[in-house]
T-cell receptor, first 115, second 113 residues
Framework: GESVGLHLPTLSVQEGDNSIINCAYS??????FIWYKQESGKGPQFIID?????DKRQGQRVTVLLNKTVKHLSLQIAATQPGDSAVYFC??????????????FGSGTRLLVRP | KAGVTQTPRYLIKTRGQQVTLSCSPI?????VSWYQQTPGQGLQFLFE???????NKGNFPGRFSGRQFSNSRSEMNVSTLELGDSALYLC????????????FGSGTQLSVL
């Protein structure tokens, strides 16, 4: 199946600091991207999305940046809290023009928040 | 509004058996996708259904199949189970498809012995 090979880097941050999680995607034709948070024993939880006609999008305490030139996506979490501890995945949509959905996920980054 | 519901939550099967997993999407959502999550391969796309039609399929063998009913509920079936099929199977739904928020259920944890 299609997937980035699994290597789970870990980002450890102090509570209250800002976190930046990075992701590289592979298909320059991908035009829709999503960040998900997954806690142990749960399914991925939608955080924020961005379309390729945007460079930046902000949500509540989160910002996603998209650099299409280098095919790079980042998720910034402001004032990181213990509840933010989880694995974070970026995903690119490689669906067909008929509106189908086919997400290709990155390998994920584990975020650990130190109290 | 209720989220994506998957049943059962846990399942134990033996090699050679077949299994059916069920998914109820968020009310009003017509697109349902299935993903397999394993420690070794991460999250991989299985297939996507919309209005009872499979619109897209991942690179999995024919033992993996699915269907969608007129009420948008979906099932996936795995026949002739292999040890490597042990995984968390996740269902996700969106209103119509791409470029819309995709919401996941908690998954069915399948263990093949």
């Amino acid at each position: 199946g299609e997937s980035v090979g699994l290597h789970l880097p870990t980002l450890s941050v102090q509570e209250g600091d800002n976190s930046i999680i990075n992701c590289a995607y592979s298909n320059s034709a991908s035009d829709y991207f999503i960040w998900y948070k997954q806690e142990s024993g749960k399914g991925p939880q939608f955080i924020i999305d961005i379309r390729s006609n945007m460079d930046k999008r902000q949500g509540q305490r989160v910002t996603v940046l998209l650099n299409k030139t280098v095919k790079h996506l980042s998720l910034q979490i402001a004032a990181t809290q213990p509840g933010d501890s989880a694995v974070y995945f970026c995903a690119e949509n490689r669906g067909l023009p008929d509106s189908s959905y086919k997400l290709i996920f990155g390998s994920g980054t584990r975020l650990l928040v130190r109290p | 509004k209720a989220g994506v519901t998957q049943t059962p939550r846990y399942l134990i099967k033996t090699r050679g058996q077949q299994v059916t997993l069920s998914c109820s999407p968020i009310s009003g959502h017509r697109s349902v996708s299935w993903y397999q999550q394993t420690p070794g391969q991460g999250l991989q796309f299985l297939f996507e259904y919309f209005s009872e039609t499979q619109r897209n399929k991942g690179n999995f063998p024919g033992r993996f199949s699915g269907r969608q009913f007129s009420n948008s509920r979906s099932e996936m079936n795995v026949s002739t189970l292999e040890l490597g099929d042990s995984a968390l199977y996740l269902c996700a739904s969106s209103f119509q498809g791409r470029d819309e928020k995709l919401f996941f259920g908690s998954g069915t944890q399948l263990s093949v012995l």
